[in-house]
């Protein structure tokens, strides 16, 4: 398996510009987590699904982002209107079912946004 | 909620000698799992060991193993034979075993780890 995709790995936008982030999990994984990482706040969780479904949506941290699974192969965050306080590395994760992962998550190498 | 305290923001180690990196967190669920992950400078998350909380036999993988203090919610890693590639920083993070908060990590703030030649 090529693990987790995500994509792009660098973004460079202006503020008030969408950016919209990719992940791809590992197939027969269905947990999937958004997580944002930055020097001042760390790993967070943003979002998680299970079988496309949001679970705990409560580390997004405004109504500017939102997160998407429409399939159990692709997976968006979105952000719009990008704030350069938005600059960070987003992590998408992926972890098989309960009983079989023993709560492992694979990492996607980031896409790292930054917001001018 | 849980927390995780990692109280050595940075630790260095000479090549093929051992060090130690700390972590303590707080949780009142009695059923989790504890991970260390290494991140490099690369920035790819990688799982190098985890605990279930429920076994007391410590978890070791290769050079990387755990001591794991139930009791006193203490969850250090120790790598022995330090290699050039372990330099990177590394995370502590506990995650509930089950029910709708499965697989939802809580990270450390993160040690860097420096090796030296």
């Known amino acids: 398996d090529a693990g987790v995709i995500q994509s792009p790995r660098h973004e460079v936008t202006e503020m008030g510009q969408e950016v919209t982030l990719r992940c791809k999990p590992i197939s027969g994984h269905d947990y999937l987590f958004w997580y944002r990482q930055t020097m001042m706040r760390g790993l967070e969780l943003l979002i998680y699904?299970?079988?496309?479904?949001?679970?705990?949506d409560s580390g997004m941290p405004e109504d500017r982002f939102s997160a998407k699974m429409p399939n159990a192969s692709f997976s968006t965050l979105k952000i719009q209107p990008s704030e350069p306080r938005d600059s960070a590395v987003y992590f998408c994760?992926?972890?098989?079912?309960?009983?079989?992962?023993?709560?492992?998550?694979?990492f996607g190498a980031g896409s790292r946004l930054t917001v001018l | 909620a849980q927390t995780v305290t990692q109280s050595q923001p940075e630790m260095s180690v000479q090549e093929a000698e051992t060090v130690t990196l700390s972590c303590t967190y707080d949780t009142s669920e009695s059923d989790y799992y504890l991970f260390w992950y290494k991140q490099p400078p690369s920035r790819q998350m990688i799982l190098v060991i985890r605990q279930e909380a429920y076994k007391q036999q410590n978890a070791t993988e290769n050079r990387f193993s755990v001591n794991f203090q139930k009791a006193a919610k203490s969850f250090s890693l120790k790598i022995s034979d330090s290699q050039l590639g372990d330099a990177a920083m590394y995370f502590c993070?506990?995650?509930?075993?089950?029910?709708?908060?499965?697989?939802?990590?809580?990270f450390g703030q993160g040690t860097i780890l420096t090796v030296h030649p």
């Open positions: 699904f299970n079988n496309n479904v949001p679970i705990d």
């Open positions: 994760a992926s972890s098989l079912p309960q009983g079989l992962g023993a709560n492992v998550l694979t």
């Open positions: 993070a506990p995650a509930y075993a089950g029910g709708t908060s499965y697989g939802k990590l809580t």
